[in-house]
């Protein structure tokens, strides 16, 4: 009885283990590889397909959903069907109510695709554009007589979300050197690789919205049909945002250690920068003062310049009308002083002979006084006085003007160079004007370049601070990085756990190939004839192949056992056969 309660004990220790265990179950998890394929026939259609590959590494038996972006919910097929298409906001999610799967084991579906990308091929013959008809699954174009065809590939992002990203591109190349030879690129690739039936070449980069490949081949044979045929590079774009993220990564670890190592703390950096750029921008606030001062300054002298040369020539001026004056004023005063001198001499005359005729003067006198006029004598020599006194006074008079024009002539050289000296510091004032302009124009110059140093030290400064401040990733990245990687392979049932690991996104663009024809085919003399005549035609040939290989090996088998075999028997034996021959040719010809 104690045996069976331990047994007992045990069992129910065993499934309470169990039941916890199974609650926490190890995680299924499930690698998934996502192609979408492009078909392209240019001018006429673009389709995608999308190609989901879920490889379990456990086993699974539940309900599961995968979602998948950028596709629609039309022409779905699988390895399993699914038992419905849900919408999830920008996802389309496949469910499966019942589905079990073994370790290793893979479950494949296709479902139509969005559009993301918009192929175009232009395709050129010496120069000239080719209008190629590629409705038929193929590309075919006329160009008789061309030596180099041109190939342009052109690939457009036309989803809004994805043309913000840069994606990796890669565009490889076979060729057949017989035919086509490569000889020119739009970019060089980064792999070419040569030998006696091929001519492989690859290109890898990076997209921004767009990219664009061009490359010339020569013409080097055609088929019988005169077609020469170009492959279709193979072009895949891989939306794995995962190598973005690394380069972004990169990108700024690299920028920051550079940062560091050119500019030590960079708090420290930005603290002495804006210190700079501040000083910089009152230097130039006060050298634009400046220069606004010497603006005002060069105006007053300019005036002061102007009023100087004014002033110089009216003092000119009244010189000239003095000089003019004093030639005029010079000759009067000799006249006068000639006249006075003269007057006097008349005067004495008077004067003595006054006396001597006294007695006429007396009869004059009363003749004059009957007349009505009271003169007398006296009154004579007083009038005789009166104007001797007015001539000295005059002569006075006449001394005192020349001494003034005397005075005049000695300070009218000093008057000259004093209005060349006014009219030299005009010019200097004039010069000095235009100095105190130029440097005015000079200091604002200074000033400008200043504010443009503080404009570029402020713009590296807000770059830097954005740079350090702003997030790792931009929004664009993030939302197209939630989209990829929200493309998961998710479990339905409680208790059980699925993680995803994408192993790749990739779109692959099928191209179409090209055929050219370069030339007519040249089987213009050719007869066609049918199975039966040909079979007869040939068969003659036929038999003497097969007979002259059956005495060759007779010949060599026999050659080391008969080695006396004549030069006879062997001629006779070669008349048999050739006889036979002509038989059997005469009766097939019959």
């Given at each position: 009885?104690?045996?069976?309660?331990?047994?007992?004990?045990?069992?129910?220790?065993?499934?309470?283990?169990?039941?916890?265990?199974?609650?926490?179950?190890?995680?299924?998890?499930?690698?998934?590889?996502?192609?979408?394929?492009?078909?392209?026939?240019?001018?006429?259609?673009?389709?995608?397909?999308?190609?989901?590959?879920?490889?379990?590494?456990?086993?699974?038996?539940?309900?599961?959903?995968?979602?998948?972006?950028?596709?629609?919910?039309?022409?779905?097929?699988?390895?399993?069907?699914?038992?419905?298409?849900?919408?999830?906001?920008?996802?389309?999610?496949?469910?499966?109510?019942?589905?079990?799967?073994?370790?290793?084991?893979?479950?494949?579906?296709?479902?139509?695709?969005?559009?993301?990308?918009?192929?175009?091929?232009?395709?050129?013959?010496?120069?000239?554009?080719?209008?190629?008809?590629?409705?038929?699954?193929y590309c075919y174009a006329t160009a008789l007589r061309s030596h180099l065809i041109?190939?342009?590939?052109?690939?457009?992002?036309?989803?809004?979300?994805?043309?913000?990203?840069?994606?990796?591109?890669?565009?490889?190349?076979?060729?057949?050197?017989?035919?086509?030879?490569?000889?020119?690129?739009?970019?060089?690739?980064?792999?070419?690789?040569?030998?006696?039936?091929?001519?492989?070449?690859?290109?890898?980069?990076?997209?921004?919205?767009?990219?664009?490949?061009?490359?010339?081949?020569?013409?080097?044979?055609?088929?019988?049909?005169?077609?020469?045929?170009?492959?279709?590079?193979?072009?895949?774009?891989?939306?794995?945002?995962?190598?973005?993220?690394?380069?972004?990564?990169?990108?700024?670890?690299?920028?920051?250690?550079?940062?560091?190592?050119?500019?030590?703390?960079?708090?420290?950096?930005?603290?002495?920068?804006?210190?700079?750029?501040?000083?910089?921008?009152?230097?130039?606030?006060?050298?634009?003062?400046?220069?606004?001062?010497?603006?005002?300054?060069?105006?007053?002298?300019?005036?002061?310049?102007?009023?100087?040369?004014?002033?110089?020539?009216?003092?000119?001026?009244?010189?000239?009308?003095?000089?003019?004056?004093?030639?005029?004023?010079?000759?009067?005063?000799?006249?006068?002083?000639?006249?006075?001198?003269?007057?006097?001499?008349?005067?004495?005359?008077?004067?003595?002979?006054?006396?001597?005729?006294?007695?006429?003067?007396?009869?004059?006198?009363?003749?004059?006084?009957?007349?009505?006029?009271?003169?007398?004598?006296?009154?004579?020599?007083?009038?005789?006085?009166?104007?001797?006194?007015?001539?000295?006074?005059?002569?006075?008079?006449?001394?005192?003007?020349?001494?003034?024009?005397?005075?005049?002539?000695?300070?009218?050289?000093?008057?000259?160079?004093?209005?060349?000296?006014?009219?030299?510091?005009?010019?200097?004032?004039?010069?000095?004007?235009?100095?105190?302009?130029?440097?005015?124009?000079?200091?604002?110059?200074?000033?400008?370049?200043?504010?443009?140093?503080?404009?570029?030290?402020?713009?590296?400064?807000?770059?830097?601070?954005?740079?350090?401040?702003?997030?790792?990733?931009?929004?664009?990245?993030?939302?197209?990085?939630?989209?990829?990687?929200?493309?998961?392979?998710?479990?339905?049932?409680?208790?059980?756990?699925?993680?995803?690991?994408?192993?790749?996104?990739?779109?692959?663009?099928?191209?179409?190939?090209?055929?050219?024809?370069?030339?007519?085919?040249?089987?213009?003399?050719?007869?066609?004839?049918?199975?039966?005549?040909?079979?007869?035609?040939?068969?003659?040939?036929?038999?003497?192949?097969?007979?002259?290989?059956?005495?060759?090996?007779?010949?060599?088998?026999?050659?080391?056992?008969?080695?006396?075999?004549?030069t006879a028997d062997l001629a006779n034996r070669i008349g048999i056969l050739k006889?036979?021959?002509?038989?059997?040719?005469?009766?097939?010809?019959?």
């Open positions: 009885m104690m045996l069976r309660g331990v047994l007992t004990l045990l069992l129910i220790l065993l499934s309470i283990t169990s039941v916890v265990y199974s609650g926490y179950a190890s995680p299924v998890n499930v690698r998934k590889t996502i192609i979408r394929e492009l078909d392209v026939l240019p001018g006429c259609s673009e389709n995608t397909t999308v190609t989901v590959s879920l490889v379990f590494d456990s086993g699974f038996n539940g309900s599961l959903a995968d979602y998948i972006a950028f596709s629609g919910d039309q022409a779905v097929s699988a390895t399993v069907q699914p038992s419905q298409i849900v919408q999830a906001g920008s996802l389309i999610g496949l469910v499966w109510n019942k589905i079990e799967v073994q370790p290793g084991d893979s479950l494949k579906y296709s479902i139509s695709g969005k559009n993301l990308f918009h192929v175009k091929v232009i395709l050129e013959a010496d120069g000239k554009t080719l209008q190629p008809d590629c409705s038929k699954g041109n190939y342009t590939i052109v690939v457009e992002a036309i989803d809004d979300l994805v043309k913000k990203q840069q994606l990796p591109i890669s565009i490889s190349w076979s060729v057949d050197p017989l035919y086509l030879y490569p000889v020119k690129y739009s970019d060089s690739p980064q792999s070419l690789r040569e030998s006696g039936t091929e001519v492989a070449f690859q290109w890898t980069s990076f997209m921004n919205e767009s990219y664009r490949l061009s490359v010339v081949f020569e013409i080097r044979g055609e088929n019988p049909w005169g077609e020469v045929l170009l492959p279709a590079p193979t072009v895949t774009i891989s939306l794995d945002p995962r190598l973005q993220s690394s380069l972004i990564e990169r990108y700024r670890s690299f920028t920051l250690k550079l940062l560091q190592e050119n500019l030590g703390n960079v708090t420290s950096f930005k603290e002495n920068v804006t210190r700079l750029r501040d000083l910089l921008y009152n230097l130039s606030t006060g050298f634009e003062e400046e220069a606004n001062m010497l603006d005002k300054a060069a105006v007053q002298v300019d005036e002061a310049s102007k009023a100087m040369s004014n002033a110089a020539a009216q003092i000119s001026n009244g010189m000239e009308q003095l000089s003019k004056a004093k030639l005029s004023l010079k000759l009067g005063l000799e006249n006068a002083s000639a006249a006075v001198d003269k007057a006097r001499v008349n005067l004495e005359k008077i004067r003595s002979n006054v006396s001597n005729i006294d007695l006429k003067l007396v009869e004059i006198i009363t003749y004059l006084n009957l007349t009505g006029t009271n003169l007398t004598t006296k009154d004579i020599h007083l009038l005789l006085d009166q104007a001797e006194k007015n001539l000295t006074l005059f002569q006075s008079e006449l001394v005192k003007v020349k001494s003034m024009i005397e005075q005049y002539s000695s300070i009218e050289a000093q008057l000259t160079q004093a209005v060349e000296n006014m009219r030299l510091a005009s010019l200097k004032l004039t010069l000095m004007a235009s100095t105190l302009r130029e440097a005015s124009g000079r200091l604002r110059e200074l000033a400008k370049g200043l504010r443009q140093a503080a404009e570029l030290i402020d713009s590296t400064l807000l770059k830097v601070t954005q740079l350090l401040d702003s997030p790792a990733y931009p929004e664009s990245f993030k939302q197209y990085n939630s989209t990829i990687f929200a493309q998961k392979t998710l479990s339905r049932t409680p208790g059980l756990e699925v993680n995803t690991e994408l192993m790749g996104d990739v779109v692959y663009v099928s191209l179409p190939i090209v055929k050219i024809k370069r030339s007519e085919p040249q089987i213009s003399g050719v007869s066609l004839e049918t199975p039966a005549r040909k079979i007869h035609a040939y068969w003659p040939l036929a038999l003497s192949v097969i007979a002259a290989g059956v005495y060759i090996v007779m010949f060599r088998r026999r050659s080391w056992t008969s080695e006396k075999t004549s006889a036979k021959l002509q038989s059997i040719e005469v009766r097939s010809h019959g």
